[in-house]
Structure formats: structure tokens, C-alpha cells
């Protein structure tokens, strides 16, 4: 097929594509889905993705891509599926991004491909996540990976967790002919995939396949291995041979409030929750051992507007809550969580205290957690991050009746690493100082993106970071020049 | 999966596992701990190393049976494997010459502190050991701790073996006596790591303490095992696990441990319903004595 726009494989008129609707993701009915873990969005059938397809305007200059991250040629694997190439448009995905059945899932499109989407400007925009998904599964479906053949560079690569950007570099190097080694802290590989977001959102199943098909590339991955204590990111390079290093440690340690009553029993980081559910399946307790707090018929809050905070308390209603809430202190308008997942939760029954800010919790005078106190909010001045500050409003505290309260406000970044390599910088947050363009840390050889370098962010982010640093390592492990 | 080079039980319901893991070995320092679960439905509990032979590529760790995982490993032997360890993890002991150190190990927690005491020897310490256990035959690593300390009491509680009492009678007798202790290093159960700092806080001697609280990756990335030091938020794994003792917040401590008890006990309780056809036919695991004595191991798992 030609690559230029004349020789569109769409033939409909523009005017046309115009008058086709998005497409409707089908779901699984929000009173049923609340109940389970299945994944709540099903998937387009070929017939919707071929109807989606054709939405597309064809741009001279895709918008689209240039707001990817990963720069996905979103106008070519769609015209692939106008033409009813699905493995074609599929392995058209795969030359930019390594992981597309995850990020067909869990990128928050709006703000990236969908967000600069031509049609958005009077229409709804093409339904890019939902086309990238169809292709990544359908090509799962027929499992018929192509396995690039490269000739061997002889250099070797250490990636330092096995999270999407960790992953990305993986994929990308492995493709180049480097021979690379993936090191995950946790028992099982996926990073945030696997022990943060929640099987309705990214069914595990979905990670195997994608590290299988890394395992048949040639990707090898160890297990129980935390770089900065089992060894140190020198001894890689000296001892055990690797011309370079990719960082990609990610999400850091859970922050706290520091209100009274944060280690009362029932009060979890969101973290915590999500590991003891996602990775320790803690709610087939007892038939995995790792326990968890008994969800079923109680009361529990998520403290948090962001994906971490969704994950959490859609998860808390799907083991038996009873009241489910959000509290976040500011408005909708500046909840960080993406779009789809906020309309999901409503649908499944969250209940959104916003504008509200817990001040203390309270308990049984055992330890338990019984209740938050609660402060209503008002939004005052852009702070900082120019969203508008919010200040309590005064007397207008109540209790809100709780067993269980999950912190999602966010993380501060690991020191691991950073505490055992001499002479890599970190900012005064305490997260490695990298290169936008080129991922390079201060240490030659060492290269480093995703949350330990930006602080919590998206799987599509650390991906475009990992993306970066895969074309720098590649650069440096052949021109040898720092 | 990591195999199990040698078992045995050093007291009843006590036991010491050699595993091969190479990395950790050449890499553990005293005071460090591993995470560890044992077959895939397992959870992760951690479990302070003994010691390490880095020549050999090994680490041991000592396990007392208490929990429904503890029981399950004390039933592996020398040839099985353990699917998952993961360490050195938490800082080391800050190991240096003060004058003299008294090391108290109360039940398995004289396992956790034999390593420590050997190193503080090393430094050029004068290093005074007191172990504590519930009955004779719970009195474990006595000969190792003899052969790094220039003295070593023990106390049992039932008076079975040396000295009848509790590890702090013995500290307060040294203090009483005008031994001058630069430091103590105290670890074991809660209750007898809090009588510790009680007395010494009184007597102003710096106290360090090894945390037990429950944890998943070790990593600091869940938060659970958060502890209250000097009223501020501390994780035992990346902070710790060893603390100021006059700092740490003990009722915190023990209150969060208990988080998951009644869970503990139907786990345990399933557990021994579903092995109860071969217990009869192997040494019963656990005794009343060990059960009390449980406490000292890192959580009730």
C-alpha cells in the first residue's frame, strides 16, 4: 500500500466520514461489571472497527501522532484497517510502541492522539485508543507475532524494572540486535501493569502475552533482583558486563497526609491496596494466604482524584462495598483521573465527595478505623500547579462513617538507586536527573525515564521516555561517543 | 526458585535454612532482612538473614513455626526450593566501636541478633550477649554467641535452664551493677523490645531496636510497614528495620500487627486442617511453649 494521502484506501467523501458517529465502546452493564473483576470495556468487533476506521480525516499533517508520545503512525495502521489489514495495521503499531493491547487500554487518549484529533473540532474524535486496541488484541487472537530477525551487536543492556518504560527499551533495543536483561524487584514482571492497575482495566493476561512475545524476541528477565541492594548499578557495568544501564524504577513511596489517625488499621496507601489485590490476589484470601481487610458490606473512602484513586475504591466497590466514596478537594474540573474512568465510576455507583478534604481519622479507641472527619472545600487562587487552590470552608466539618480509607495523593520518589550509584544526580526532589531528549543520566552509560525521573505520571509517558532512551542507548552503544 | 541446601531444627518448632542465593550473599550485611514466599498462592513475609557465606554463594535464615507460611516452610527440607527471596533489604546495622554493647535476643530473635553481635565483636567492642527464652530447649545459638561475646547470660522463663526470669531482669542487674553499656541492641518480641527501652530510657543508654511490622515488597513502595518514630511517619523497610527504641512508637507497632490476626488464625487453621492426615505421621510442628514464644518471629505468619 502507498504511504502518501492520494492514494487513500478510505473512499468515502470527507463529508461522509463527518456524518459517521464515534463508534460506542461496548461494556459490560455498570450494575453487573461492579460485581466483578472482568474487563468492563469489551472490545470493537471488526465490523465497528472498520466503521471507526473510516472516520479518519486523512490529515496532510497528523496531529495525532505528533502528540504521541511513542509517535504511533495512527493515519497508516488506520487506513490498514479501512482496508481490512488488521495484522498489518497491527505490526504498523508495533514499529513505534511495543506495548499496543496496553496502551489501547490505559492511555488516557484525550490528552494525547484524541486530544488534537481533527474531527474533535465538530465532531467526536476518531476512537484512536479504541482502533489501537481491536488490532493489539486481533493480532493476539491469531498469534501470529512477527519475530524480527537482527544480526547481533554483541552489546549488552541492563533495564532496571519491568515496568512499560522499562518494557518499551526492552522491545525496542531487542529489535536493534542488542542482547538486553530485564531486573524486577517484585516476583512477577509488569511493574504498575500488573500490581497497580486492576484487572477491569488491564487484564493480567495481557502483560503475559506481551512479555511472551519479549521472551520469543530474545529478552531476558530475572526476577527478585533490587538494583541498589541485591547489586549495584556499578557492579552491572564492571562485574557483570552491560555496556549500559536503563533506570526505570517508577512509582515511588506512597505519601501520607500527616493527620492524626493515618496508621490506624483500615488505613492503607492506595499502593498497598491495589499490590495486595492486583499482585498478592488478596481477595481469594484464604485460598492465596496474603490477607486483606474485609471489604464486604463496609464503608470505604479513596483520599485522591487520579487513575491510582479510581483503581482503587472501583476496586474496594467490586469486593463488596457498601458505600464506595472519592474524596477529592477540588472540582471535577481538576480531577487528574481520566475521563472514561471517571464516567465508569459513576456508572458503577462511586459516590464523588468532592471539594472535600479529610482533617483527621477517627477510631474504636482500639486501633480500627471508624470514621473521617471531613472539611468542606471552596476553590480559591491558581496555585502552582495553576489549578485553583482549594481552602476549607470554615465550620463545616462532619464524620464520615468508614472502615477502610486508601491515600491516593501521590508519591515521593524511591532513593534505592539513586543513594547506591555515586555520582548520579538527582533533582532536590530526590528524582534522577535525565536528559528530555536523550534519557542520559550524569553517570556515562547509565540512561534513566518514566516516574523515577518525572514523578507519577502515565503508562504512556514512561513509555515515550523509554522510547527516547531506547534510540540514545542505541546511539551510544554504536558510536561509543557520551 | 531458590533451593533449600540444608535444614534442620535447631529447638523444637525452630528452624535453620542455608539457601543458595548467590547475589544476596555476597551482598548481606547484619541487621539486613529478605522477603520470601514460599509456592505461588503464598505471601510475602520477611525474615531477617543470620548469616551469609559469600564464598559459597548462601545465606541462612532462622524460622520459627507460628503462622500458617512459617509452618509451611519449617516443613521443607534440604533439597526443596522456596520460589521467591528477595534481598539484602533494609539498612544494616550501623556497626561501629562504641566501648561496650549488649546484645538482647529474646526467643528467634537470638538469631537476628547473633550476626550483629559478632560484627559489634569484630569492630572492637566489648560485647556482653543476653538471651531470653520461654523454656530450655527454645535456648538457641548459645555456643555461637559464646564464641563472639565476652560474656553471654541467659534467662528462661520457667527457670528450666539458667537463670529464671526475663532478659531485662539481667540488663537491669548490669545496670544496677554500674556496668558502663555504651549500647543495646534489642531484638525479639515486642513486648520485651518496649520493657528494653523503657529501662534504658531511664538510664539514658542509646537503645537500637529491630522492627517487625508487616510488609509486602520490602521496597518502600507500599507503605504498609509505616511506624510512628519520634511522632514521625517511618517505613521499617527502607528506614529501618532498626530504630532508635526510645523514638518508636510501640502501641502503634502492636496494634498494627494485629491487623490481620483473625485472618491468621483461619489461614493456620486451614492449613493444619489440610495436613492434619500427615502431621500424624511427622514430629508435631508446634507446642503450646513455641506458640507464646511466636511472638518474637516478624509477624504471626
Known amino acids: 500500500m502507498s504511504p502518501t494521502t492520494n492514494h487513500s484506501l478510505n473512499v468515502l467523501p470527507l463529508k461522509e466520514r463527518m456524518k459517521i458517529p464515534r463508534q460506542q465502546m461496548p461494556e459490560q452493564p455498570a450494575d453487573e461489571r461492579n460485581k466483578n473483576f472482568t474487563e468492563v470495556n469489551l472490545g470493537y468487533s471488526p465490523e465497528l472497527a472498520m466503521q471507526e476506521a473510516q472516520r479518519c480525516l486523512d490529515c496532510a499533517k497528523p496531529t495525532c501522532t505528533d502528540?504521541?508520545?511513542?509517535?504511533?503512525?495512527?493515519?497508516?495502521?488506520?487506513?490498514?484497517?479501512?482496508?481490512?489489514?488488521?495484522?498489518?495495521?497491527?505490526?504498523?503499531?508495533?514499529?513505534?510502541?511495543?506495548?499496543?493491547?496496553?496502551?489501547?487500554?490505559?492511555?488516557?487518549?484525550?490528552?494525547?492522539?484524541?486530544?488534537?484529533?481533527?474531527?474533535?473540532?465538530?465532531?467526536?474524535?476518531?476512537?484512536?485508543?479504541?482502533?489501537?486496541?481491536?488490532?493489539?488484541?486481533?493480532?493476539?487472537?491469531?498469534?501470529?507475532?512477527?519475530?524480527?530477525?537482527?544480526?547481533?551487536?554483541?552489546?549488552?543492556?541492563?533495564?532496571?524494572?519491568?515496568?512499560?518504560?522499562?518494557?518499551?527499551?526492552?522491545?525496542?533495543?531487542?529489535?536493534?540486535?542488542?542482547?538486553?536483561?530485564?531486573?524486577?524487584?517484585?516476583?512477577?514482571?509488569?511493574?504498575?501493569?500488573?500490581?497497580?492497575?486492576?484487572?477491569?482495566?488491564l487484564p493480567k493476561q495481557i502483560i503475559r502475552e506481551q512479555l511472551d512475545y519479549m521472551r520469543e524476541m530474545g529478552v531476558e528477565f530475572e526476577t527478585n533482583v533490587i538494583v541498589g541492594r541485591t547489586i549495584t548499578i556499578d557492579e552491572l557495568m564492571h562485574e557483570e558486563g552491560f555496556d549500559a544501564v536503563y533506570i526505570g524504577t517508577g512509582a515511588g513511596l506512597p505519601q501520607f497526609m500527616g493527620i492524626p489517625g493515618e496508621h490506624f488499621n483500615g488505613v492503607y496507601s492506595a499502593n498497598e491496596f491495589l499490590t495486595r489485590i492486583n499482585l498478592m490476589k488478596a481477595y481469594k484470601f484464604p485460598t492465596y494466604d496474603e490477607p486483606m481487610v474485609e471489604l464486604h458490606g463496609k464503608d470505604v473512602a479513596v483520599i485522591g482524584g487520579g487513575n491510582t484513586a479510581l483503581d482503587a475504591i472501583r476496586s474496594a466497590l467490586r469486593l463488596g462495598a457498601r458505600k464506595a466514596y472519592v474524596i477529592y478537594r477540588r472540582s471535577d474540573a481538576e480531577m487528574p483521573a481520566r475521563a472514561e474512568e471517571v464516567h465508569h465510576a459513576r456508572d458503577e455507583g462511586i459516590d464523588f465527595q468532592m471539594l472535600t478534604a479529610p482533617i483527621e481519622f477517627l477510631s474504636d479507641g482500639k486501633g480500627w478505623l471508624t470514621a473521617a472527619?471531613?472539611?468542606?472545600?471552596?476553590?480559591?487562587?491558581?496555585?502552582?500547579?495553576?489549578?485553583?487552590?482549594?481552602?476549607?470552608?470554615?465550620?463545616?466539618?462532619?464524620?464520615?462513617?468508614?472502615?477502610?480509607?486508601?491515600?491516593?495523593?501521590?508519591?515521593?520518589?524511591?532513593?534505592?538507586?539513586?543513594?547506591?550509584?555515586?555520582?548520579?544526580?538527582?533533582?532536590?526532589?530526590?528524582?534522577?536527573?535525565?536528559?528530555?531528549?536523550?534519557?542520559?543520566?550524569?553517570?556515562?552509560?547509565?540512561?534513566?525515564?518514566?516516574?523515577?525521573?518525572?514523578?507519577?505520571?502515565?503508562?504512556i509517558l514512561a513509555m515515550g521516555a523509554g522510547r527516547r532512551a531506547a534510540k540514545s542507548i542505541h546511539e551510544y552503544l554504536t558510536t561509543g561517543s557520551w | 526458585m531458590f533451593k533449600i541446601i540444608h535444614a534442620e531444627f535447631i529447638a523444637p518448632g525452630i528452624k535453620r535454612f542455608v539457601l543458595d542465593a548467590p547475589r544476596i550473599a555476597r551482598k548481606q550485611k547484619p541487621g539486613q532482612f529478605v522477603i520470601l514466599r514460599v509456592y505461588e498462592q503464598g505471601e510475602r513475609i520477611p525474615v531477617t538473614i543470620e548469616n551469609s557465606d559469600p564464598a559459597h554463594g548462601t545465606i541462612s535464615i532462622v524460622v520459627q513455626s507460628a503462622g500458617k507460611t512459617t509452618q509451611l516452610l519449617n516443613s521443607l527440607n534440604t533439597g526443596d526450593n522456596i520460589l521467591d527471596v528477595v534481598g539484602p533489604l533494609g539498612k544494616p546495622s550501623e556497626i561501629e566501636k562504641v566501648g561496650t554493647v549488649v546484645v538482647v535476643g529474646g526467643g528467634v530473635g537470638t538469631a537476628m541478633a547473633y550476626p550483629s553481635a559478632a560484627a559489634f565483636k569484630r569492630a572492637g567492642n566489648r560485647v556482653i550477649s543476653i538471651i531470653g527464652a520461654r523454656t530450655r530447649e527454645l535456648v538457641i545459638l548459645e555456643r555461637e554467641l559464646r564464641e563472639v561475646s565476652d560474656a553471654v547470660m541467659i534467662t528462661t522463663d520457667d527457670g528450666s535452664y539458667a537463670d529464671k526470669g526475663f532478659v531485662t531482669d539481667?540488663?537491669?542487674?548490669?545496670?544496677?551493677?554500674?556496668?558502663?553499656?555504651?549500647?543495646?541492641?534489642?531484638?525479639?518480641?515486642?513486648?520485651?523490645?518496649?520493657?528494653i527501652a523503657e529501662l534504658t530510657r531511664k538510664e539514658n543508654i542509646r537503645t537500637?531496636?529491630?522492627?517487625?511490622?508487616?510488609?509486602?515488597?520490602?521496597?518502600?513502595?507500599?507503605?504498609?510497614?509505616?511506624?510512628?518514630?519520634?511522632?514521625?511517619?517511618?517505613?521499617?523497610?527502607?528506614?529501618?528495620?532498626?530504630?532508635?527504641?526510645?523514638?518508636?512508637?510501640?502501641?502503634?507497632?502492636?496494634?498494627?500487627?494485629?491487623?490481620?490476626?483473625?485472618?491468621?488464625?483461619?489461614?493456620?487453621?486451614?492449613?493444619?486442617?489440610?495436613?492434619?492426615?500427615?502431621?500424624a505421621t511427622q514430629p508435631a510442628l508446634a507446642n503450646e511453649a513455641e506458640k507464646s514464644c511466636a511472638v518474637a518471629q516478624r509477624g504471626n505468619r
Open chain 1, 67 to 201: 502528540n504521541c508520545p511513542v509517535g504511533v503512525k495512527v493515519k497508516e495502521f488506520v487506513e490498514l484497517i479501512v482496508a481490512g489489514d488488521f495484522l498489518g495495521a497491527a505490526a504498523k503499531i508495533r514499529e513505534d510502541n511495543v506495548l499496543p493491547a496496553v496502551t489501547g487500554r490505559v492511555c488516557p487518549q484525550e490528552d494525547h492522539c484524541e486530544g488534537k484529533c481533527l474531527l474533535s473540532r465538530k465532531v467526536k474524535p476518531l476512537g484512536i485508543g479504541y482502533l489501537e486496541r481491536f488490532v493489539a488484541d486481533y493480532e493476539q487472537r491469531m498469534g501470529t507475532h512477527l519475530i524480527p530477525n537482527v544480526a547481533p551487536t554483541g552489546k549488552r543492556v541492563a533495564v532496571v524494572g519491568s515496568g512499560p518504560s522499562g518494557l518499551t527499551v526492552a522491545g525496542d533495543l531487542i529489535q536493534k540486535g542488542h542482547k538486553v536483561r530485564v531486573f524486577e524487584a517484585l516476583h512477577e514482571l509488569g511493574g504498575v501493569l500488573v500490581y497497580g492497575i486492576p484487572e477491569f482495566r
Open chain 2, 208 to 279: 537500637v531496636v529491630s522492627l517487625n511490622p508487616i510488609m509486602i515488597d520490602g521496597t518502600g513502595m507500599c507503605g504498609g510497614c509505616r511506624v510512628p518514630i519520634d511522632g514521625k511517619s517511618e517505613f521499617a523497610c527502607v528506614d529501618g528495620p532498626e530504630f532508635d527504641a526510645h523514638k518508636v512508637n510501640f502501641e502503634v507497632l502492636v496494634q498494627r500487627n494485629s491487623m490481620y490476626r483473625d485472618a491468621e488464625q483461619k489461614s493456620l487453621a486451614e492449613y493444619q486442617r489440610s495436613t492434619a492426615k500427615t502431621a
Open chain 1, 373 to 459: 472527619r471531613c472539611m468542606r472545600m471552596e476553590l480559591g487562587e491558581p496555585d502552582a500547579s495553576g489549578r485553583r487552590r482549594p481552602v476549607p470552608i470554615k465550620g463545616s466539618d462532619f464524620d464520615l462513617p468508614l472502615s477502610v480509607a486508601i491515600m491516593a495523593i501521590g508519591t515521593t520518589a524511591n532513593p534505592i538507586v539513586q543513594s547506591t550509584t555515586p555520582g548520579l544526580g538527582t533533582d532536590k526532589r530526590g528524582y534522577i536527573q535525565a536528559d528530555n531528549e536523550t534519557q542520559r543520566t550524569t553517570r556515562p552509560g547509565v540512561f534513566a525515564g518514566g516516574d523515577i525521573v518525572t514523578g507519577a505520571a502515565t503508562v
Open chain 2, 170 to 195: 539481667k540488663l537491669r542487674q548490669l545496670i544496677e551493677n554500674g556496668t558502663r553499656i555504651d549500647l543495646v541492641l534489642a531484638i525479639g518480641p515486642i513486648v520485651m523490645m518496649r520493657a
